[in-house]
């Protein structure tokens, strides 16, 4: 049985305590076009990964991102299992930076976890010269 306590924050204290925890139902994949031939944004695809769905191993979601170009890279969530006992932090945003672009979006996946949304997109200021 799990030891994550529902008013301890996001994430577990350890990662041994992370295996010990519930299996996830939904994950989220940057997924990219770069040197593909397709001139598509690149998307962010929610799969149903609980293998009592009937939607087991399939994209159920996709958002595209609003640019061409991107490649996304590796996303992470606006709190990390540091703040693990913080019971005001909660993993609501999903943080997708762009190595090409240099832009970082910013998905809602609080609000509707099986259908995420665009909260922002931002293109960070170049350094000083």
């Known amino acids: 049985m799990s ?4 008013n301890c924050g996001p994430g577990y204290p350890t990662p041994l305590e992370a295996m010990k925890g ?5 994950i989220y994949l940057p997924c990219i076009y770069r040197n593909t031939g397709t001139e598509a944004p690149d998307y962010l695809a929610t799969v149903d990964v609980d293998p009592k769905s009937p939607q087991y191993c399939q994209v159920i979601h996709r ?8 490649e996304l890279h590796h996303s992470g ?5 540091s703040c693990f ?10 943080v997708l930076p762009s190595l090409i672009s ?11 976890p099986r259908a995420p949304k665009l909260h ?7 350094p000083a010269q």
Request: net charge positive; charged share 30%.
């Open 120 to 126: 922002k997109a931002c293109l960070p200021p170049l």
């Open 22 to 26: 519930p299996r996830e139902e939904i």
């Open 77 to 81: 969530w606006n709190t990390c299992s």
């Open 85 to 94: 006992g913080d019971s005001t932090k909660s993993r609501t945003k999903l």
């Open 102 to 112: 240099s832009r970082i979006y910013v998905v809602d996946v609080g609000s509707e």
């Open 3 to 6: 030891t994550k306590c529902g």
């Open 63 to 70: 958002l595209p991102m609003p640019n061409l170009k991107d």
